[in-house]
């Protein structure tokens, strides 16, 4: 079974859509996190839940919402989908906060075009 | 906010030769951690870098993280195709902070 799982794998939208990744993790994690990775695959954090808490939020733009109804989910919604909006995004999940070292487990990832 | 930078962005190198990539930051770590990203794939951990000096090896990957705390290394003896990849390095605790990652690109 995947750890972590995300849906869908490839998205292919107009621009000014409104879409929405979702993400389970059977680990038993308490922390959760969406990650944002560019063509240059640079990867930046965007937001991180612990026990369905918002603790870390990036400058994200607020068309951007995360919403964790328990601790194994985590999911994505985009509003008004803009072409820079076209990326992969990652979920991953972690043991929890207090934990030394923190190790991320990720999701596969889902492929967002914006055309 | 804290950065690590990450050095060569960019590597190639024949099959059999060794790589190295570097991860540099201006204030003392409490610990670095390493991962991998095969192309088209995901992150997944390699390993965890706490003690001062540290020094641990997988087969043919040795890291290491610096006397002070503040630099770590991975080093690849004897590539092979199946090194290829971006590899990062990772610092941070509440919130992990990915380097720019070295792509690493194998002529077989």
């Known amino acids: 079974d995947t750890a972590v799982s995300q849906t869908p794998k490839y998205l292919v939208t107009q621009m000014g859509n409104d879409k929405s990744i979702k993400c389970e993790q059977n680990l038993g994690h308490d922390t959760m996190y969406w990650y944002k990775q560019d063509s240059k695959k640079f990867l930046k954090i965007m937001f991180s839940y612990n026990n369905k808490e918002l603790i870390i939020n990036e400058t994200v733009p607020n068309r951007f919402s995360p919403k964790s109804p328990d601790k194994a989910h985590l999911n994505l919604h985009i509003n008004s989908l803009e072409l820079g909006d076209s990326a992969v995004y990652f979920c991953?999940?972690?043991?929890?906060?207090?934990?030394?070292?923190?190790?991320?487990?990720f999701g596969e990832g889902s492929w967002l075009t914006v055309v | 906010g804290q950065q690590v930078m990450q050095i060569p962005q960019y590597q190639h190198v024949q099959e059999g030769e060794d790589f190295t990539t570097y991860c540099n930051s201006s204030?003392?770590?409490?610990?670095i951690q390493w991962y991998k990203q095969r192309p088209g794939g995901h992150p997944v951990f390699l390993i965890q870098l706490v003690k001062s000096g540290e020094v641990k090896k997988q087969k043919r990957l040795t890291f290491q993280f610096g006397e002070a705390k503040k630099n770590s290394s991975l080093h690849i003896t004897a590539t092979q195709t199946t090194d290829v990849g971006t590899y990062f390095c990772?610092?941070?605790?509440?919130?992990?902070?990915f380097g720019q990652g070295t792509r690493l690109t194998i002529n077989p």
């Open positions: 991953a999940s972690s043991l929890g906060l207090s934990h030394s070292g923190n190790t991320i487990y």
């Open positions: 990772v610092q941070g605790a509440q919130k992990l902070v």
């Open positions: 204030t003392t770590l409490s610990n």
